[in-house]
């Protein structure tokens, strides 16, 4: 079941229920602007003349998005589905599995691994993943939202 926004409350809430994030079109200008809102200006984000050959024991064959961006995502994602529902993000571990290229398209995903109740507060726990245009994993992880008891 994919769980929309509008109806999220932690009682409704069932494990498997999916949180679908939205998809981001990685282009050259989009990496780029990453570079500038992190500061990150390692040239394998730039510079694919310094891709061209092995970059430590791999070849990507050009430049790769920043592993953060994947973060970035999945953050906006669990943020735009548990704040309406007066939740708060926590906790976030993520990995990355494969690198992302200009012209692909990601896309978050969380699927509802647990709920728990706690003498202060209930918690959901979540896997997180980012697939690529060809459904293939690029990062994992998994978030961990707080509702508040009051909310």
């Given at each position: ?7 999220t ?8 229920d ?7 079109p990685?282009s050259r ?6 570079c500038d809102?992190?500061?990150d ?23 790769i ?8 995502l999945?953050?906006?994602?669990i943020t ?6 007066g939740a708060?993000?926590r ?12 012209g692909?398209?990601?896309?978050p ?6 709920k ?14 980012v ?11 998994e ?9």
């Amino acid at each position: 079941m994919t769980t929309t926004f509008e109806k999220t409350t932690f009682e409704n809430l069932a494990t498997g229920d999916t949180i679908d994030g939205p998809k981001f079109p990685v282009s050259r200008e989009s990496i780029r602007l990453f570079c500038d809102g992190s500061l990150d200006y390692n040239p394998l984000h730039l510079d694919d003349d310094y891709m061209k050959n092995d970059f430590g024991k791999t070849n990507f064959g050009g430049i790769i998005m920043h592993g953060m961006n994947n973060f970035g995502l999945i953050t906006r994602m669990i943020t735009d589905w548990a704040y309406p529902a007066g939740a708060v993000h926590r906790r976030l571990e993520t990995r990355w599995v494969k690198p992302v290229k200009p012209g692909d398209t990601i896309q978050p995903v969380g699927i509802i691994k647990a709920k728990q109740t706690t003498e202060r507060s209930r918690w959901v726990l979540i896997d997180v993943l980012v697939r690529n245009q060809n459904d293939e994993k690029v990062a994992t992880g998994e978030a961990m939202v707080e509702f508040p008891l009051t909310a």
